[in-house]
């Protein structure tokens, strides 16, 4: 088997406020491979990095993510003093240290994302996310080599296929539902598989067990 990836799930949630560039920075010093990160957009168009649709769980504020200006969220702290950040802020700080799993939390982002992160000039590795497939479907239709990760939660009657119709090229799967058979599907079918948000050292142990190709943790450390 080769090399597992170690993935940063926020960054490096476990360690510092999800989703900032302090967590993100912190993963980088404990060697991830890639972070993880979930990209929305503000009411204004700018692409930040945060999870829920909502403010109120992650700061210190309350609302829509959609219905905020960047310079009402950029007042808000995201933890620890720090803000939300941008994909530019982001990228500027992943740029030779980190590739990324850009997570597309909503429809529509894929063009502005993929565009911004190509005007960056960002030279590690980037892999798309989505739940969404359509999202997954739409980068890879506009160029062909990009990696793209099709994420699962609970699993359909053959997500293998459906990862297949979203032409992605990873597969993202919750570790209570991934099993060695599925992982070998997967491979067989040409697919690369992460698992995630694996943080206890015994399930670790159990995921790593199953050939998967990258781990998700809060902490990056543990893989």
Do not use: W
Request: a negative charge.
């Amino acid at each position: 088997m080769g090399k597992v990836l170690r993935i940063g799930h926020r960054g490096a949630a476990g360690h510092a406020p999800e989703n900032t560039l302090a967590s993100v920075e912190k993963a980088i010093s404990l060697g991830a491979d890639l972070v993880e990160v979930d990209v929305q957009r503000t009411s204004d168009g700018h692409l930040v990095i945060i999870h829920d649709k909502r403010v109120d769980r992650t700061t210190n504020g309350a609302g829509l993510v959609a219905g905020m200006s960047l310079c009402a969220l950029r007042e808000l702290d995201a933890g620890a003093g720090q803000r939300i950040p941008t994909v530019e802020e982001l990228l500027r700080i992943a740029e030779g240290q980190v590739g990324l799993i850009l997570e597309l939390k909503v429809n529509g982002l894929a063009e502005q994302v993929c565009k911004t992160v190509r005007l960056s000039g960002f030279t590690g590795q980037v892999i798309y996310a989505s739940f969404i497939h359509d999202e997954v479907r739409i980068i890879r239709e506009a160029d062909p080599r990009t990696m793209t990760m099709a994420l699962f939660g609970r699993l359909p009657h053959d997500p293998v296929m459906a990862a297949q119709n979203a032409k992605a090229t990873h597969i993202g799967f919750s570790y209570i539902t991934v099993t060695k058979p599925l992982v070998e599907t997967c491979h067989h079918r040409g697919l690369v598989v992460f698992v995630y948000t694996v943080n206890d050292r015994q399930d670790i142990k159990e995921v790593m067990s199953l050939g998967v190709d990258g781990i998700v943790s809060d902490f990056p450390d543990r893989l």
